[in-house]
């Protein structure tokens, strides 16, 4: 199954500079070869539901590994069973409208 999801991932205890924990989780997202778009606030994520939640995995157990001794993830997924829908074509949905 096809899903957009949206992932953020924000290390706690680690001081006020976040970006080296950011990269290494984008790192990750484009190894795992799935479409993703970095925003102000998170990271989208298309791609199979089992690969989008295997890299969500991977991205909470690296930037554990890098020191941050606790982290607030939020995940939202969207889901679709009658229509594959990408990422591009709700931004170009709204864009028309605008």
């Known amino acids: 199954m096809k899903v957009i999801a949206e992932l953020s991932v924000t ?3 680690v001081g006020l500079s976040l970006s080296k924990y950011i990269v290494e ?3 990750i997202l484009k190894n795992k070869k799935l479409t993703i778009q970095l925003h102000a606030e998170g990271t989208n ?5 089992d690969e ?3 890299a969500i995995k991977s991205c909470i157990e ?3 590994q890098l020191g941050a001794p ?3 993830t939020n995940i939202k997924i969207s889901s679709r069973t009658d229509k ?3 990422m591009a074509d709700k931004i170009q949905s709204v ?4």
């Open 52 to 54: 989008v939640f295997e």
């Open 11 to 13: 290390p706690i205890g």
């Open 25 to 27: 989780c984008e790192r």
């Open 62 to 64: 690296a930037v554990h």
């Open 84 to 86: 594959i829908e990408k």
């Open 95 to 98: 864009e028309k409208q605008l």
């Open 45 to 49: 994520i298309e791609g199979e539901l």
């Open 70 to 72: 606790r982290l607030m």
